[in-house]
């Protein structure tokens, strides 16, 4: 029997191929979707996309920019101190790498020793030590000290920050040393200070016995000036070590630049890339706020607000690295009610990218984590094996969850 290949399709035919042709159909359109979690060089990445639940967020990014993996990533959500990444790259922008802050020394007809701050966060004891030396040498005798503290405005409240012990809820000022705490230890009965370079202060003492604690940590508050008179009283200890025992009262005041002489601008020995160093690695609340603000001041003038920063770095972030759908609140990502994306996160890690050397290094990972009550977050970069590195942006806001399951999958399936 012939067949007549002109002869008409029956129509039964169109029974199966109609059928047949939307199995077709779905099975490429499924394809297609999961090749968001499969990794161009062959490694499988399935498992890391499973991890993801309805409030939680990953993407990452190849060294040649494309998305490999990615699930919610354009959902706003909590990214605790992964934002810190960003706070560094509003401070390089503005301040630069070399930038360091200032501390400034005057004196008065009445030989009063006025010292003004300008928000240095690593103001310690040994760098207090160093500057009394220098006014040593330049000053015969000192009167009152007087502590100027108006470079930021006051109260500076830091939403997120509670009145714990903790340092990361250190409150923010121009003029701060040792980040505004004391670290003590009762030894025989006594107390004494569980730091060498830093001596235990009468003006502590009251705040230490208060505290009920045989060993820990105190912070001080803005309440009756505490933050600032502290620093005073460190300056006032130091000196007299030096031989310059200031005389009078150590009190709040504000120098008079047309009248008062300064005798002394000291900068700080670290510099902002080596402040950026230190507080990606401790995840320093503390010191992160301090260089948002001195960035505001950059970009909007003194005195230093929590507003100005905020917004110093929401222009940039809008501006410069073309981010859409964030809300900052503050910069340390202490604050529950700051937004961010899976996809502004990885703008924000293309960014900073020439920096990324100042992050903390596991393995062939970069990284920054962030932890808060039911939230883990971490972001980075994971260097392959041609030396390109990935972008990776894991937010994980499910309570109960951390991002420890997905990085382990995730390093084990990018070559």
């Not at 006025?114 to 000192?142: F, N, T």
């Not at 235990?200 to 001080?220: E, K, T, W």
């Amino acid at each position: 029997m012939k067949t007549d290949l002109n002869a008409p399709v029956k129509p039964r035919c169109l029974i199966w191929l109609v059928p047949a042709l939307w199995l077709s159909l779905m099975v490429a359109a499924w394809m297609q979707a999961s090749r968001v979690d499969a990794d161009p060089g062959g490694g499988n990445l399935d498992g890391v996309a499973r991890l993801i639940g309805k409030t939680d967020a990953i993407l990452v990014v190849d060294g040649l920019g494309r998305s490999i993996v990615a699930r919610h990533a354009d959902q706003p959500l909590i990214p605790a101190s992964t934002l810190k990444i960003l706070t560094s790259l509003v401070a390089i922008h503005h301040l630069g790498l070399g930038y360091r802050f200032p501390t400034e020394f005057y004196t008065d007809d009445q030989h009063n020793l006025k010292i003004k701050g300008y928000g240095d966060p690593l103001l310690v004891s040994e760098e207090v030590a160093d500057i009394a030396r220098v006014l040593y040498s330049r000053l015969e005798r000192i009167e009152d000290v007087v502590l100027d503290d108006s470079h930021f405005t006051q109260p500076l409240v830091i939403p997120g920050v509670s009145s714990s012990p903790e340092p990361y809820d250190a409150p923010n000022g121009a003029l701060c040393v040792n980040f505004n705490t004391v670290n003590f230890r009762k030894e025989n009965g006594v107390y004494t200070s569980a730091e060498s370079q830093t001596p235990l202060l009468p003006f502590a003492f009251p705040r230490v016995q208060r505290s009920g604690l045989d060993a820990g940590r105190i912070v001080f508050s803005h309440k009756e000036n505490e933050c600032t008179l502290y620093a005073g009283h460190l300056f006032a200890y130091f000196l007299q070590q030096e031989g310059l025992a200031p005389t009078g009262k150590i009190r709040l005041g504000k120098v008079d630049e047309q009248n008062d002489r300064l005798v002394y601008r000291h900068y700080s020995r670290f510099t902002l890339e080596e402040i950026i160093i230190r507080l990606l690695e401790h995840s320093n609340n503390f010191t992160t706020n301090q260089i948002l603000i001195a960035a505001g001041i950059d970009a909007f003038g003194a005195p230093g607000t929590l507003p100005k920063g905020v917004q110093a770095a929401t222009a940039y972030a809008r501006g410069v690295l073309q981010l859409k759908h964030f809300y900052l609140t503050e910069g340390s990502g202490i604050s529950r009610d700051n937004r961010i994306t899976a996809l502004g996160l990885d703008r924000v890690l293309e960014g900073f990218e020439p920096y990324r050397y100042l992050m903390r290094k596991e393995g062939r990972s970069r990284y920054k984590t962030g932890t808060l009550y039911g939230i883990s977050t971490r972001a980075g970069y994971i260097e392959s094996e041609d030396g390109s590195y990935y972008r990776f942006a894991v937010l994980i806001n499910t309570r109960g969850k951390s991002t420890d399951r997905v990085m382990r999958k995730l390093l084990k399936a990018l070559p």
